[in-house]
């Protein structure tokens, strides 16, 4: 695994490129302390893990859709749905009162 200061990141941020073609680690540091490691996307942490977690953040965040979710993690739309049940995670996330509004209108 190779070591590279912020610093030198900064002034030179090709330092990344050889490690990453050749699937290896690079540990960022902070004057000395680990900052953080950053990985390719070919390296198998993320086939066992670190993507769906990524995936997962970004449609709790809403930016992915439902599909999309489910096409990033490789499972049917029935198993990504209980997948979510499980961790947790709303499917659709609405706001309550807007939709008594609209039903209230559609009765009147």
Known sequence: MQTVGIRDLQKNPAIFTKPLENNEFVMITKRGKPLGVATSFEDDILRQGF??????????????????????LKLTKTETMKLLNTLNIPITDYKLKEDLKGIESFLK
Do not use: C, R
Request: aromatic share 10%; glycine share 4%.
């Open 51 to 72: 993507l769906e977690s990524l995936v997962l953040i970004a449609f709790k965040k809403g930016d992915i859709s439902f599909s999309q979710l489910s096409k990033s």
